[in-house]
């Protein structure tokens, strides 16, 4: 390890998390992106969709709480390595969904079970691979940054790399829409799927525990641990003692955490994985005339990640504990969301307004996001870090479940009545005061600062 000058390493690290989190998102946003050209091709129903989608957010809301469990046990290295080469094949795995449909709907015929459409058991196998790997980017992500940044920069470093979702979201539609007109659906899953084989290269190579970090000097080490002299004593436990899940739950910190992923994760899925079809049923856009409206909402979100991150900072700079400081950022981050409310009524004039609004509430979102995973590496021990973030991370899932299979059937519903429009209204309503809702309910489960000082 070096000891002269100050070194700056955990900024390369944080690099890395942004990149792996702009492939996370790549790869989980190309169906939404050809959802109008599938759903045409092969006949689906809203419902249809929505179950597809659902797949994906159930797999990834259990695999999220064995996620966090994997990451803690092999280590943020090896752990980001699996679980990346397994995304990555699960993303690949949708250019040829059709034959896997054909190939299960086969083995379900053998067993006696009704079976689906082909198409949709196949995109349905493929999401469900892609979640189990996507699942345990976030708890890596976290432990990496809790392990290279004190607590003062973590959400900075969270908005950061939480920023590689919004690069993600505004690369797909840029890409994905031209890849799939030039030259079939089937590339844009196959292109797109590769990109993070390129990613794991560089993870390899740079990625070491800081202590066994050796592009970092000993001055750097000693900030990012600076905070621990400040903290209150922690009761010794043997570190390859697993925290049990029961023992974790017994914590209001981490149900207050699990509560707000719960009530917010499904914003953003919703947001992901439906605007391609809100703005093909109202405002008949689609292929790449939905480019520049997505583009521009997902550039939007840029801001809210980043300045998300670095707004508690204002607070903490006044005397605020990190965790104060952080809920107080997050109450005036959960009012910018009211704004979708006016999507919808507003929305004849031009689809920019939606656009533009639903963007303002996208954009609070990765604010939202980028200080509520970091309450977690505020009150835990580090080893245990990856596993509360695991159980938030399958109740935002669950949330994300609960959002996709509510917005398949209102949006079949009121097809049936010939103004699909009112089902987005009732989505965009409760997308609004979600966040608003989160935040009271985390701040009476943890009203102060408390760390957990006995694991």
């Known amino acids: ?99 896997i449909g054909e190939g299960a709907n086969t083995i379900l015929a053998w067993v006696g079970l009704g079976a689906m459409p082909v198409s949709v058991v196949g995109f349905i196998i493929a999401r469900a691979v892609l979640a189990f790997g996507e699942s345990a980017n976030f708890p890596a992500a976290i432990k990496a940054t809790a392990e290279y940044f004190p607590k003062k920069e973590r959400s900075f470093a969270t908005g950061i790399f939480n920023s590689g979702a919004n690069v993600g979201a505004i690369l797909a539609p840029l890409t994905v829409p031209w890849i799939a007109t030039v030259w079939g659906w089937e590339a844009a899953f196959l292109i797109i799927g590769a990109v993070g084989f390129i990613w794991l290269g560089f993870w390899g190579v740079f990625y070491e525990k800081p202590e066994n970090q050796k592009r970092m000097c000993a001055g750097e080490l000693a900030y990012v641990n600076s905070d621990q002299a400040d903290e209150a004593p922690v009761e010794v436990v043997d570190e390859g003692k697993k925290v049990p899940w029961t023992k974790l739950l017994g914590y209001k910190q981490t149900w207050a955490f699990a509560f707000g992923k719960f009530m917010t994760d499904g914003v953003w899925w919703f947001f992901l994985f439906w605007l391609p079809s809100y703005l093909k049923v109202q405002y008949n856009l689609q292929g790449t005339d939905i480019m520049l409206p997505l583009t521009v909402l997902y550039s939007m979100t840029m801001i809210g990640s980043v300045g998300g991150g670095w707004f508690p900072m204002y607070f903490i700079n006044k005397g605020y504990s990190p965790y104060d400081g952080r809920m107080r950022a997050m109450f005036v981050i959960a009012l910018f ?45 580090k080893k245990s870090i990856a596993s509360v973030i695991g159980i938030g991370g399958m109740a935002g899932g669950l949330g994300g479940v609960v959002m996709s299979k509510l917005g398949g059937a209102l949006f079949d519903h009121y097809k049936e009545l010939g103004h699909t429009q009112t089902g987005y209204t009732i989505m965009f309503a409760i997308c609004a005061v979600a966040y608003l809702l989160a935040w009271i309910v985390m701040k009476s489960l943890v009203p102060k600062y408390a760390p957990i000082t006995d694991l």
């Open 337 to 381: 969301p009211l704004l979708v409310l006016l999507a919808q009524p507003l929305g004849h004039y031009s689809y920019w307004i939606p656009v533009i609004l639903i963007g303002i509430g996208a954009s609070a979102h990765q604010a939202w996001s980028a200080n509520i995973f970091t309450t977690v590496s505020d009150m835990f021990p």
């Open 1 to 99: 390890m070096k000891e002269n000058k100050m070194s700056n390493y955990r900024w390369t690290i944080c690099a890395l998390l942004f990149f792996a989190t702009t492939v996370n998102y790549l790869d989980r946003q190309v169906l939404s992106l050809l959802h109008p050209m599938l759903e045409k091709e092969f006949n689906w129903t809203n419902s249809d969709y929505a179950n597809i989608t659902a797949a994906f957010q159930f797999v990834y809301a259990i695999s999220m709480l064995f996620a966090g469990r994997f990451v803690d046990k092999l280590g943020t290295k090896w752990g980001y390595i699996i679980a990346l080469i397994i995304w990555s094949i699960g993303a690949i795995m949708h250019a040829v969904a059709i034959p």
